[in-house]
C-alpha cells in the first residue's frame, strides 16, 4: 500500500467517523481510490486547497459584510468606488465560498455534477478580472505582483478543478 492508499483510508475512516458515512460505501464505490498517483496528489491538493478556500473567502466575506475594507492592496479601479466596489467584493467572497463548498461536497460524495456551478462562477469571475487587467493595461497603471498572481490561481485552481471533476467521472463507473 503506498503513501496515498494510506491517506485515502485514512480519509474514509474520518468520514465515517465525523459524517457518519458507512464504512461499506466507501468500499463498495471504490471511493478516492486511484488509478495514478498524480490523480490522488491532484485530488488531495484540490480538496485542502477548497478547504483554505471555504476558510479565507468566509473571513473576507464578513469583514467586508462587516463594513471592513478589503484584505490585501485595495483596487485602483475607476469604475467602482465606495461601497459599490465594498458590495461587489462581498458577492465575490459570497459566492466563491458557496462553490469552493460545493466542490468539496461533489468531491467527498464522488457527485461530479456539483462542481459545475464552481466552473461557472469561476470562469464570470476570471473573466471580469481579465477585463479590469486589460482596462488597467490600456490606461498603463501599474499591475501588483498579488493581482498578477490571483489571476494565475484561479486558473490553476480551475484546471485542478476540472481535472478532479474528471477523476470522479471515473469513480463513479469502477
Known amino acids: 500500500m503506498n503513501f496515498f492508499e494510506q491517506i485515502s483510508d485514512q480519509f474514509c475512516g474520518v468520514m465515517h467517523t465525523n459524517l457518519k458515512i458507512p464504512i461499506s460505501y466507501c ?45 490585501g492592496r485595495p483596487s485602483c479601479l475607476l469604475i467602482l468606488r465606495g461601497t459599490h466596489s465594498g458590495r461587489l467584493r462581498a458577492l465575490k467572497q459570497f459566492l466563491m465560498l458557496q ?11 464522488i457527485k461530479p455534477h456539483y462542481i459545475n456551478p464552481f466552473v461557472v462562477v469561476s470562469v464570470i469571475i476570471l473573466i471580469s478580472d481579465m477585463f479590469v487587467l486589460l482596462l488597467d493595461i490600456r490606461r498603463h497603471a501599474r499591475i501588483p505582483l498579488e493581482r498578477r498572481m490571483t489571476l494565475w490561481e484561479m486558473m490553476l485552481n480551475l484546471c485542478c478543478v476540472f481535472y478532479v471533476q474528471r477523476i470522479l467521472k471515473k469513480q463513479i463507473h469502477c
Do not use: P
Open 27 to 71: 468500499e463498495t464505490r471504490c471511493n478516492w481510490k486511484f488509478s495514478a498517483n498524480i490523480d490522488t496528489m491532484i485530488f488531495f491538493y484540490t480538496l485542502s486547497f477548497g478547504i483554505l478556500r471555504v476558510v479565507f473567502n468566509f473571513i473576507h466575506f464578513v469583514n467586508l459584510s462587516m463594513g471592513g475594507t478589503q484584505l
Open 99 to 109: 462553490a469552493w463548498m460545493l466542490v468539496i461536497y461533489g468531491m467527498v460524495s
